[in-house]
């Protein structure tokens, strides 16, 4: 049975900001619970926020971390920030990065050597410790419209 939900990861994965029709997503779960209000592929919100929000290599409370697309996460993923440990370890809210559920206080670590959250280890419950992959990430979002005062 194990087996088969690691053959199906990917398949969940994908359904962060794209088409699957159940009941957590990534994507509609951050936009809910952070004052990040961008649509469509979690992927897609870094080049959205352009213009629109500012965006940072550097985590802070309320900051949306985005995830780039990739084989496994072909709509990327988008996480919430909820605090902030050190320069290195966030913990996070997110939906649908363990199938169906959402995950609350997650830890997510930089391993990027430049210390610019470019690269991301996730909490994997399944293993109860971070996983393996190493994620590429863009960066974080930040709930500061620009152009405002």
């Given at each position: 049975?194990?087996?088969y939900v690691f053959l199906l990861l990917?398949?969940?994965?994908?359904?962060?900001?794209?088409?699957?029709?159940?009941?957590?997503?990534?994507?509609?779960?951050?936009?809910?619970?952070?004052?990040?209000?961008?649509?469509?592929?979690?992927?897609?919100?870094?080049?959205?926020?352009?213009?629109?929000?500012?965006?940072?290599?550097?985590?802070?409370?309320?900051?949306?971390?985005?995830?780039?697309?990739?084989?496994?996460?072909?709509?990327?993923?988008?996480?919430?920030?909820?605090?902030?440990?050190?320069?290195?370890?966030v913990l996070v809210d997110h939906a649908?990065?363990?199938?169906?559920?959402?995950?609350?206080?997650?830890?997510?670590?930089?391993?990027?050597?430049?210390?610019?959250?470019?690269?991301?280890?996730?909490?994997?419950?399944?293993?109860?410790?971070?996983?393996?992959?190493?994620?590429?990430?863009?960066?974080?979002?930040?709930?500061?419209?620009?152009?405002?005062?």
């Amino acid at each position: 049975m194990k087996r088969y939900v690691f053959l199906l990861l990917p398949l969940f994965l994908a359904a962060c900001g794209g088409g699957w029709n159940g009941s957590v997503q990534c994507a509609p779960y951050a936009r809910e619970h952070s004052a990040i209000n961008l649509r469509g592929a979690a992927a897609s919100w870094w080049n959205q926020a352009r213009g629109q929000y500012a965006r940072s290599s550097a985590p802070h409370q309320g900051d949306v971390l985005v995830f780039r697309s990739t084989r496994r996460l072909p709509s990327g993923h988008v996480s919430v920030v909820r605090k902030v440990e050190n320069s290195r370890l966030v913990l996070v809210d997110h939906a649908n990065w363990e199938p169906g559920r959402v995950t609350h206080k997650a830890p997510v670590e930089d391993v990027s050597p430049a210390n610019d959250w470019t690269r991301v280890r996730v909490w994997w419950s399944p293993v109860h410790g971070l996983g393996k992959t190493v994620y590429p990430a863009y960066g974080f979002i930040e709930p500061i419209v620009m152009g405002s005062s």
